[in-house]
């Protein structure tokens, strides 16, 4: 018989209006614009990490289209044509995630300050998770860490100079886990952050991780006082990660290395390269303002605030793979 009820109770999406009631009158109270953007596109991210939803083909183009990620790219367009600061709620979408914690449609809250720098939009990434979810629901402040001494507490490694060897040993790597993960380092690097490292989080309060590999940078800037690490930091709440955040590259030469960079990864890894952002490098040259950003998934935190492990619980229709 075909299931049709939802996934989820009224109590749920009464719970949601209250975290997205309290949400924009935190912006609107900081007099940050909310905005919107569109979900389809002739462009996809470069991300290896992140794998578009496709359209092959339809009768309003030839060419395959793409479902939106993020909203990043147009909200950093909006930012160089001369926007203020602003927030965005909108629907994303990504290939090849299921489980307990990812859905391939999701609802993403993202948003930019101009000006910032790391230390000061880290505050607000934390500010706008304790007004969503209320203070008293915190036992304790927020623990900020960078992420290289996370490692070594954890597994006392260093990742910005482990091999993979030491990382596999970590996680008691068999062939079969060395043979999927091979030589890519930042996969290793992940999960050994994902198994060992934020497990030890304190499960009690927030716990922000800073400072990245340049190799995980994505499309923050790298450190002024430190190449090797990124202005890029990561909010988690127990071993849960709730937002990605960093200072914003501003460099169009940068970032279309970069792109081609993932281009040459995803061709070792087997995967489709995808057509550049045309439109967000010549944004770039245009001059896009030094701001900072953080995107969020709000069924993450839906989660958090209902004290549950299964994205489903605070889904109204889950997405369900054929059987």
Same mark, same amino acid.
């Given at each position: 018989?075909t299931? %049709? #009820?939802?996934? /989820?109770? &009224?109590?749920a999406?009464?719970?949601?209006s209250?975290? $997205?009631?309290? !949400?924009r009158r935190?912006?609107?109270?900081?007099?940050?614009l909310?905005?919107?953007t569109?979900?389809? /596109?002739?462009?996809?991210?470069s991300?290896?990490? !992140?794998? /578009?939803?496709?359209i092959p #083909?339809? #009768?309003v183009?030839?060419?395959?289209l793409? $479902?939106s990620?993020?909203p +990043?790219?147009c909200m950093?367009r909006?930012? &160089?044509?001369g926007?203020?600061?602003?927030y965005s709620?909108?629907?994303?979408?990504?290939d090849g995630?299921?489980g307990?914690?990812?859905?391939?449609?999701?609802?993403? $809250? +993202? %948003?930019?300050?101009?000006g910032?720098?790391?230390?000061?939009? !880290?505050a607000? =990434? @934390?500010a706008? @998770?304790q007004?969503?979810?209320?203070?008293?629901?915190?036992?304790?402040?927020?623990? #900020?860490?960078?992420y290289?001494?996370?490692?070594l507490?954890?597994?006392d @490694?260093d990742?910005l100079?482990a091999? !993979?060897?030491?990382? =596999?040993?970590v996680?008691?790597?068999?062939?079969?886990l060395?043979?999927s993960?091979?030589?890519?380092?930042d996969? %290793?690097?992940?999960?050994?952050?994902?198994?060992h490292?934020?497990p030890?989080?304190a499960?009690?309060?927030l716990?922000?991780l800073?400072?990245?590999?340049?190799?995980?940078?994505?499309?923050?800037r790298?450190?002024?006082d430190d190449?090797?690490v990124?202005?890029?930091? +990561?909010v988690?709440?127990? =071993? @849960?990660?709730? *937002?990605?955040?960093?200072v914003?590259?501003?460099?169009?030469? +940068?970032?279309?290395t970069?792109m081609? /960079?993932?281009?040459?990864e995803?061709?070792?890894r087997?995967r489709k390269?995808?057509?550049?952002?045309?439109a967000? $490098?010549? *944004?770039l040259e245009s001059?896009?303002p030094?701001? &900072?950003g953080? =995107?969020?998934g709000l069924e993450?935190?839906?989660?958090?605030c *209902?004290?549950s492990d299964?994205?489903?619980?605070?889904i109204t229709? &889950?997405?369900?793979?054929p059987e």
């Amino acid at each position: 018989m075909t299931r %049709w #009820q939802p996934t /989820s109770g &009224a109590s749920a999406a009464r719970t949601r209006s209250v975290l $997205l009631r309290r !949400i924009r009158r935190f912006f609107e109270t900081a007099n940050v614009l909310e905005v919107d953007t569109p979900a389809l /596109s002739r462009h996809a991210v470069s991300d290896t990490q !992140i794998e /578009s939803l496709e359209i092959p #083909q339809s #009768q309003v183009s030839a060419e395959a289209l793409f $479902l939106s990620t993020s909203p +990043e790219f147009c909200m950093k367009r909006l930012l &160089a044509a001369g926007y203020p600061d602003i927030y965005s709620i909108c629907r994303v979408f990504r290939d090849g995630e299921s489980g307990l914690r990812h859905q391939p449609e999701f609802t993403m $809250l +993202e %948003w930019y300050r101009l000006g910032f720098g790391l230390r000061e939009i !880290i505050a607000d =990434a @934390i500010a706008v @998770i304790q007004t969503a979810l209320g203070k008293d629901f915190f036992d304790a402040d927020a623990v #900020q860490t960078d992420y290289r001494d996370s490692f070594l507490r954890a597994v006392d @490694i260093d990742p910005l100079t482990a091999s !993979i060897d030491e990382l =596999a040993a970590v996680v008691d790597a068999d062939t079969s886990l060395r043979a999927s993960l091979g030589e890519y380092r930042d996969d %290793w690097l992940d999960l050994v952050l994902a198994t060992h490292v934020a497990p030890t989080f304190a499960q009690d309060r927030l716990t922000v991780l800073q400072h990245y590999p340049a190799s995980q940078a994505a499309l923050a800037r790298l450190c002024p006082d430190d190449p090797r690490v990124a202005d890029r930091f +990561e909010v988690f709440f127990g =071993a @849960i990660e709730l *937002a990605n955040g960093y200072v914003e590259l501003t460099d169009a030469t +940068e970032q279309a290395t970069r792109m081609q /960079s993932d281009d040459a990864e995803r061709l070792t890894r087997g995967r489709k390269r995808r057509p550049h952002d045309t439109a967000l $490098l010549a *944004a770039l040259e245009s001059g896009l303002p030094a701001s &900072a950003g953080v =995107a969020m998934g709000l069924e993450r935190l839906h989660m958090v605030c *209902a004290g549950s492990d299964d994205i489903r619980d605070v889904i109204t229709f &889950a997405f369900e793979a054929p059987e």
